[in-house]
């Protein structure tokens, strides 16, 4: 059940209907059902998963705040990393490094003929075992109490608007917007519907238009340095349009019903500098990164070698998160060594928003951060190293298809969008708007979806992490 599926918003409506007539303990259970037929679309086969986890961090997140003894309590959690983690291992990771250990074996003359798990990859299990980690994490810290109550406890893990691609949301955040009575009002369901909206755009009009370009260069057995630069440049907008579509989306959803999700991104691609890209990239998953890795490894407390070390090492499980590939692990590698690389760096002021400084320095760390994505979305190190060689060596030849015209107005739409979000500080800057001019802009948004949409429905990139 895709966002940008008929299907989604038939069951949405549905869910909304039966919401709105229930008292809020009711309201709980009614969404934990919605939740688990949400989820149980994609592979009914793994509710029982997600039940399992969620039942083993309730259970030791309560022994954790009742037990005393500091031993104990850091054994529980050891249970608690181990379970949640060897999960993840076992569905995402086990074929990765066995594959990886066979491979050496073979480069060593050594013939080996190893086992391969038959298992596909339960959607969302990345997003909600970092999801339960936090909670018996903080619990285990002190800086959050258990809650009582179960099934509460099991929204918090299955809570459908963003169980399957986050944002990561903490329990001290999501928790109490569960457990308090949450106020309906029309201002909140329309301004989740704008971001709906803004989100299908993202999606549909930009990310799946251009998505056929990206992949046809890609498969190119000979593209030119034109044709690589426009990939490069086009998929960062893909991906960005893709995984921020589908966030705002799932925080638009969450909303209408009276939830407040964290926000994921805030305008990436106007960072100069690769730590501001992470406070504006995947805010969940680059704080929880920081809060629970980075400063367990003694983040910037033991010294500058250790300091560069803990980036790179946080940096390459970050990749490493994001699917069983050692291309994720080179791209990690390349996001830890330039942020590595900016804490030597000297430092310099780049003026105001719209200074020519600040443009030329977005401009140019937007080059970088392309770059990236090259490993990030290559097949193999193989077409790394060529389309490398491609960007240093080749001709400027174009021969590239573009996409369609209505995908360059959508991008221009959505870069205007962030441009007035950036200044206002918010993404609902139109929320003072006059009611006719938001009528206005929702018109020409739904008009450019209906007409200037791709026909082709594509599942979202960040599903398969």
Not at 47 to 61: A, C, E, H, K, P
Not at 183 to 188: E, G, H, I, N, R
Not at 197 to 223: E, M, N, Q, R, Y
């Amino acid at each position: 059940m895709l966002f940008n599926e008929l299907q989604y918003w038939v069951f949405f409506a549905l869910v909304m209907t039966g919401y709105v007539l229930l008292p809020h303990k009711a309201q709980n259970r009614f969404l934990l059902v919605a939740s688990y037929v949400f989820y149980g679309f994609w592979d009914w086969r793994f509710l029982g998963l997600i039940m399992f986890s969620t039942v083993v961090d309730y259970v030791i997140g309560q022994k954790i705040h009742h037990e005393t003894a500091e031993t104990r309590r850091k054994r529980l959690l050891w249970i608690s990393l181990g379970v949640n983690l060897g999960l993840l291992g076992v569905f995402k990771y086990f074929n990765f490094f066995i594959d990886t250990f066979a491979a050496v074996l073979t480069q060593a003359g050594v013939s080996a003929n190893l086992p391969a798990l038959s298992i596909i990859l339960p959607v969302g299990i990345s997003f909600y075992t970092f999801q339960t980690l936090s909670y018996t994490i903080d619990i285990y810290r002190r800086e959050l109490k258990p809650t009582d109550d179960f099934l509460d406890y099991a929204l918090f893990v299955a809570f459908f608007p963003q169980l399957v691609a986050g944002p990561i949301e903490r329990a001290k955040n999501l928790l109490p917007n569960i457990i308090a009575p949450r106020k309906l009002t029309w201002a909140a369901f329309e301004r989740g519907l704008g971001l709906c909206l803004i989100g299908l755009i993202k999606k549909v009009a930009i990310a799946d238009a251009i998505a056929p370009t990206v992949d046809s260069v890609f498969a190119s057995p000979d593209p030119t340095r034109a044709d690589v630069i426009l990939a490069c440049w086009l998929f960062a907008i893909q991906i960005y349009c893709d995984f921020s579509g589908y966030t705002d989306i799932a925080r638009g959803t969450a909303k209408a019903l009276g939830f407040r999700l964290m926000r994921n991104f805030a305008q990436p691609y106007f960072a100069i500098n690769p730590r501001e890209f992470w406070q504006r990239w995947h805010i969940s998953l680059s704080t929880w990164l920081r809060d629970y890795l980075y400063f367990s490894l003694g983040g910037s407390r033991k010294g500058r070698a250790r300091t560069h070390i803990n980036l790179i090492t946080t940096m390459l499980l970050g990749g490493l998160w994001h699917g069983a590939a050692w291309n994720f692990v080179l791209w990690g590698a390349y996001q830890g060594g330039i942020l590595s690389l900016y804490r030597v760096l000297p430092k310099w002021s780049l003026g105001s928003w719209f200074g020519l400084k600040r443009l030329i320095g977005i401009a140019l760390f937007f080059q970088i951060t392309s770059y990236g994505w090259l490993l990030f979305r290559a097949d193999s190190f193989v077409q790394i190293r060529d389309f490398t060689n491609r960007l240093l060596f080749d001709s400027n030849a174009l021969t590239a298809q573009l996409p369609p015209f209505p995908a360059f107005v959508a991008i221009l739409i959505v870069l205007i969008w962030d441009i007035l979000s950036e200044r206002a500080g918010r993404g609902h800057f139109y929320a003072s708007w006059p009611n006719a001019a938001r009528a206005f802009v929702y018109a020409g948004l739904i008009y450019l979806l209906a007409f200037g949409g791709t026909v082709s429905t594509q599942s979202f990139i960040y599903f398969q992490f």
